[in-house]
C-alpha cells in the first residue's frame, strides 16, 4: 500500500521556466511533509519541508504547497537551474510528544534541466 | 569527514553469501535508518532504531537483520544474500525523526 505517491517519474523543464513537482498521499495522520534531493552517487539530502498548519512555505527559489483537503502538496521551483537535474523524493510523517514517526517516501521524480 | 559513513561503498557477491554492510555517525543523533533504493520503487525502509537498546522492523525487513552496536554505529546483516537483494542501500540518521541525514550509499550486487 502506497501511502506517499509520485505519479510522474520523470520530468523535463526547460532553463529558467518553472519546474512543478508533486506528491499525493493517503494517510490523514501525516502532518509533516519534507522534500528531499538525490544526485546520482550521493544519499538524498533535505530540501524544504512544510507543517500541516501551513499551506505554504518558501525557501529562495524553492515553494512547497500543501493542499489538505486533497491530500496533496507540490514543490515549485522558479526559476529552474540546470544543478536542479536530480531525482526529489517526497516523505510524510506524524509528529507525536517523542518525535517524528518514521519517514514514509514516494517513489521520486527525476526531473531533467534542459539548458 | 562525512557525517554518516557507509563502507563498502560497492559490494559484488554471490548467492547465497553473508554480507555486512557498515555505518557510523558523528552527529550525535539518537536514531538510525536503513533504507534501500530501487528504481520506480523509491526508497523503502528495511530496519530502524531510536536509540541502541530500540531496533524495529521497517517495510521490508525479511532476509534482512541489524545491530546497533553504539549509539554511532549501526550495521544491517543480510544472512544468505539473494538476486533480488541487488540494490543501492542508504543509511540515515535523525535527531528524534526531524529531518534524515542519509549517507553516501553502498551499491549492493548479488550474482
Known amino acids: 500500500d502506497q501511502q506517499v505517491k509520485q505519479n510522474s517519474p520523470s520530468l523535463s523543464v526547460q532553463e529558467g521556466r518553472i519546474s512543478i513537482l508533486n506528491c499525493d498521499y493517503t494517510?490523514?495522520?501525516?502532518?509533516?511533509f519534507l522534500w528531499y534531493k538525490k544526485y546520482p552517487a550521493e544519499g538524498p539530502t533535505f530540501l524544504i519541508s512544510i507543517s500541516s498548519i501551513k499551506d505554504k512555505n518558501e525557501d529562495g527559489r524553492f515553494t512547497v504547497f500543501l493542499n489538505k483537503s486533497a491530500k496533496h502538496l507540490s514543490l515549485h521551483i522558479v526559476p529552474s537551474q540546470p544543478g536542479d537535474s536530480a531525482v526529489y523524493f517526497c516523505?510524510?510523517?506524524?509528529?507525536?510528544?517523542?518525535?517524528?514517526?518514521?519517514?514514509?517516501f514516494g517513489t521520486g521524480t527525476r526531473l531533467t534541466i534542459i539548458p | 569527514d562525512a557525517d554518516v559513513t557507509q563502507t563498502p561503498r560497492n559490494r559484488i557477491t554471490k548467492t547465497g553469501k553473508r554480507i555486512m554492510l557498515e555505518c557510523s555517525q558523528t552527529k550525535g543523533h539518537d536514531r538510525m535508518y536503513w533504507y534501500r533504493q530501487d528504481p520506480g520503487l523509491g526508497l523503502r525502509l528495511i530496519y530502524y532504531s531510536f536509540d541502541v537498546k530500540d531496533i524495529n522492523k521497517g517495510e521490508i525487513s525479511d532476509g534482512y537483520s541489524v545491530s546497533r552496536q553504539a549509539q554511532a554505529k549501526f550495521s544491517l546483516s543480510l544472512e544468505s544474500a539473494i538476486p533480488n537483494q541487488t540494490a543501492l542501500y542508504f543509511c540515515?540518521?535523525?535527531?528524534?525523526?526531524?529531518?534524515?541525514?542519509f549517507g553516501s550509499g553502498t551499491q549492493l550486487s548479488v550474482l
Open positions: 540515515a540518521t535523525s535527531r528524534r525523526g526531524r529531518k534524515l541525514f
Open positions: 494517510n490523514s495522520m501525516f502532518d509533516y
Open positions: 516523505a510524510a510523517t506524524r509528529r507525536t510528544n517523542f518525535g517524528n514517526e518514521k519517514l514514509t
